[in-house]
């Protein structure tokens, strides 16, 4: 079985073997003209002055990349050999760097969510951060692989972000000391005191080893038989679609929809719904967003939400409604393509709207300062009620 992802640049991600597509949908038919290409190559080749030290595999990867960028789609990428390595690294959670998840917006590189615990959150770099130059060089022209490649480095040795922050209409420095992260995929405590017995989960990505680590969890949880579960996903910028859909099952009766995934052809369009799982139907649940919630969190979000199976609270999620699929190409280079969009059960699509809060609980700078999370503090309160 095919993992699709639901995730943001340089997030978690799967490779799958070539398909053959069956379309549901009529296909726009044309033959790419190869000519002004064979006519640059040409004249490269005969006046190009360094011709001699050009690898062939830089033609060949740039006509690859040229093909995907002309698609226009900030999701859809092309990644050669060394750019695929470097990605599917994250697949353990293992990273170098500042800990940051970065992404193309309107021809920005935007910061979507520092990772927890990492050089990058204890540096205060926030979700929306535009990364305008790194080491004083500007970046607003590059590519978000090319940028995430300067920011990483060696641990131990620091790099500077310039950034614009829009909420406060300011031009910061970042000074960040790079470190080797390591993100676990969930994590649980209790929240406030043991004797409150609400139990906190908190679910860093959804990576290859997410939904065993959740039922693990789960099963230590409910051995302790909580009062009610919070669930943090904020700065959860989202993985695999299929352990999504596994997480959520937990919460759902059997065949109750989850997500519909609307693609061009018959193995993406379709609609995933709860399977007949161990479950826990009576658990009070609160949910806790913010705009680093994105992707396969989201699907998470809005199947609770829309089965009033929890209560969501927090801030605007990310707003990212597409599945990309990942195919290993025979050189070891991917191709990451969006392939669908998806919708919420109640058939919303939350693509660049997000989704919003059942209570919208912001941090204000005093919060803040005095390290208070009333955004956690308010879910104890609610599941003390129930």
Aim: hydrophobic share 40%; net charge negative.
């Amino acid at each position: 079985m095919k993992k699709f992802l639901i995730l943001l640049a340089f997030g978690l991600t799967a490779c799958t073997e070539p398909s053959t597509i069956q379309t549901d949908h009529p296909t726009q038919d044309f033959s790419v003209n190869t000519s002004v290409a064979d006519e640059v190559y040409n004249h490269l080749k005969l006046q190009y002055l360094n011709f001699d030290q050009v690898d062939s595999k830089d033609f060949e990867y740039g006509l690859a990349r040229g093909l995907v960028e002309a698609l226009g789609d900030q999701y859809s990428e092309f990644m050669d050999p060394e750019q695929s390595a470097e990605f599917n690294q994250s697949l353990a959670g293992n990273l170098t760097g500042i800990g940051a998840e970065l992404n193309r917006e309107n021809d920005k590189i935007v910061v979507v969510s520092p990772l927890r615990k990492s050089p990058a959150e204890g540096a205060g770099l926030l979700p929306k951060d535009v990364i305008l130059a790194v080491d004083d060089e500007p970046v607003l022209d590059a590519t978000t692989f090319e940028v995430v490649q300067k920011i990483r480095g060696k641990a131990g040795t620091a790099v500077k972000l310039n950034i614009w922050r829009e909420s406060t209409q300011e031009n910061l420095d970042f000074f960040i000391t790079r470190a080797e992260i390591h993100v676990p995929s969930v994590e649980w405590d209790w929240a406030g005191e043991r004797k409150n017995g609400i139990a906190l989960m908190t679910i860093n990505a959804f990576n290859e080893n997410t939904s065993k680590e959740f039922f693990e969890k789960m099963y230590e949880i409910n051995y302790k038989n909580p009062k009610g579960l919070i669930i943090d996903l904020r700065y959860n910028g989202g993985g695999f679609l299929d352990d999504a859909v596994d997480i959520t099952s937990y919460f759902l009766e059997p065949g109750q929809t989850i997500v519909d995934v609307r693609g061009r052809n018959v193995f993406t369009n379709q609609t995933l719904v709860a399977s007949d799982i161990q479950n826990n139907l009576t658990l009070p649940v609160v949910v806790l967003v913010n705009e680093g919630t994105a992707s396969a969190s989201e699907i998470m979000v809005g199947a609770l939400k829309d089965h009033d199976r929890a209560i969501v609270i927090g801030d605007q999620t990310y707003g990212k409604g597409t599945v990309q699929e990942l195919v290993a190409l025979s050189d070891s280079s991917t191709l990451r393509v969006t392939i669908a969009k998806w919708y919420t059960p109640n058939g919303t699509s939350i693509d660049e709207e997000g989704i919003t809060p059942d209570e919208f609980i912001a941090f204000t700078p005093e919060d803040t300062e005095a390290g208070r999370d009333v955004q956690l503090d308010r879910a104890i309160e609610i599941l003390m009620q129930k």
